[in-house]
């Protein structure tokens, strides 16, 4: 494959390493990443040298969420708002998609901050271990967002109790919380050992028999996909277009308080 400009491939000792590289932004959702993603998953499902695939990243950030920066635009052109809002979701199903579907276990290995559609993708691998750097938050709500199109990861791994908590507050949490909620797998100190641990489990099994138990633990979270998938892509997209949403990005953007925080900004002075 051709290495994308944000995204690095590379496979050694049966691991297909996939590096979010775009350090820039964040490693934020952008369609060069997103493009990447995919055409590395695809040379991994080709790859019989492949037997097991690492989703991590360079930087202090694995993933920021989404691109707000190409909220009105694709490949640098403006166009209507409810379009790009359009286009976006439906490529975050896509990936999330992607990664549950692959015939290959996918694990993550995060030793950095994780926000929003960011934690979608952690939801979609298989395994996912964190390292001491890390920080989550579901970051939505506070910009006019929901956590939809991501719900269809987040939920069938995170406590019941968990995901009111955090989709609503938008909180911050490390990665022992993460690992006591189930987001991830493991928290550890060294998350690149632990990694290469499982990994060295992992290669011993049979590609068809990893297949085949994959399929057990992901056949419900493909079938909310398939019933759910376009209702919450619909629902994000028309999040994403209004007025509400454009308010807390631009104030993101602009790195001041959105007009509906200004109450609460002003009940602590």
Request: charged share 25%.
């Amino acid at each position: 494959m051709s290495e994308s400009e944000f995204v690095k491939y590379a496979v050694e000792a049966g691991v297909a390493t996939i590096t979010l590289d775009s350090p820039h932004n964040r490693n934020a959702l952008s369609t060069k990443l997103v493009k990447g993603v995919h055409d590395s998953l695809n040379a991994a499902a080709e790859d019989d040298d492949a037997r097991v695939i690492v989703l991590t990243h360079t930087g202090g950030t694995f993933c920021a969420g989404a691109d707000l920066s190409e909220a009105s635009e694709v490949d640098g052109q403006p166009l209507d708002p409810q379009k790009v809002a359009q286009l976006r979701t439906s490529q975050m199903r896509d990936l999330l998609k992607a990664i549950v579907a692959h015939p290959k276990p996918v694990i993550a290995q995060i030793d950095g901050h994780v926000r929003a559609g960011g934690m979608g993708l952690v939801g979609a691998c298989d395994l996912a271990v964190a390292g001491p750097s890390c920080t989550f938050a579901l970051t939505e709500a506070k910009l006019g967002l929901a956590p939809s199109i991501i719900s269809l990861t987040l939920l069938p791994k995170l406590s019941a109790r968990a995901a009111g908590r955090y989709f609503l507050t938008g909180e911050k949490f490390d990665a022992q919380e993460a690992q006591r909620i189930g987001l991830v797998t493991t928290a550890d100190d060294d998350a690149a050992a632990s990694v290469k641990a499982l990994c060295s489990e992992l290669v011993k099994a049979s590609p068809q028999g990893l297949a085949a138990s994959k399929s057990l633990t992901t056949a419900a979270v493909l079938a909310g996909f398939d019933e759910r998938g376009e209702e919450l892509a619909a629902m994000s997209a028309r999040l994403f277009a209004s007025e509400e949403a454009r308010e807390g990005m631009i104030a993101f953007l602009q790195r001041r308080t959105p007009r509906w925080a200004e109450v609460a900004v002003r009940s602590t002075e």
